[in-house]
């Protein structure tokens, strides 16, 4: 167990490291939904591990080892997310959940196996680029929705936001990855966007759902 808290906290500081801002104790508390003293507890094990680097009311950054050793276990549940739909033929919005405790095993032979046969993916199920056995990732160059023109058309290539509670509004609208969306409108009142895409027309989605929406101008 404490091996799978010590994961979850280097997969958390990854994410928070991914938005390019500095990393405070209470940003890690936050999002782990603890508290200071538990959050300050682990960092000073995790920079005894020589994974980060930590002086108190500074902010907290990755040593290289500690980089690499999260993005292996970022690498481990996006390989297993994109297993799951591939081929075990889940929903993209049930597979989070599943890969949080599959991604705390330990074989590295289980997890290239699996890679190998999805024929060595670059991105999951939500668009998010997969590490690779060094642990460096290219991160893809895509735009949010909200940052596109009116009267063009895009694809939806990423989530920076993959929720379940988004997950499963895009599939009642039928949107997903690959779908080809074309800018009708951006209403200047509350920056809702109209869209058109497949047999669709006129679909307004509001904005927090379009600047979670990743695309490539086609």
């Known amino acids: 167990m404490a091996t799978v808290i010590k994961e979850n906290y280097l997969k958390a500081l990854y994410i928070l490291d991914q938005k ?25 094990k995790l920079e005894k591990r020589g994974w980060l680097n930590y002086k108190k009311y500074k902010p907290i950054s990755f040593t290289t080892k500690g980089r690499k050793a999260a993005a292996l276990i970022i690498r481990k549940h996006r390989l297993t997310e994109m297993f799951l739909v591939k081929i075990m033929g889940l929903g993209w919005e049930e597979v989070h959940e599943i890969a949080e405790q599959i991604e705390h095993i330990k074989s590295d032979r289980f997890f290239d196996r699996m890679d190998e046969i999805l024929g060595f993916p670059n991105e999951d199920p939500h668009g998010s680029p997969i590490p690779n056995k060094q642990g460096k990732v ?43 969306l074309r800018i009708n409108k951006k209403e ?31």
């Open 20 to 44: 390019d801002t500095e990393i405070s104790v209470s940003d890690l508390g936050k999002l782990l939904k603890v508290s200071k003293p538990t959050v300050n507890d682990m960092i000073k």
């Open 138 to 180: 290219k991160e893809p160059n895509y735009l949010p929705l909200t940052e596109c023109e009116e009267n063009t058309s895009v694809t939806l290539k990423g989530l920076n936001n993959s929720s379940k509670e988004l997950l499963i509004y895009l599939n009642n609208k039928e949107i997903q990855l690959g779908t080809k």
């Open 188 to 218: 200047p009142f509350d920056q809702s966007i109209n869209l058109s895409y497949g047999n669709h027309r006129e679909v307004d989605i509001s904005h927090t759902v379009a600047k979670s929406l990743l695309v490539e101008k086609s």
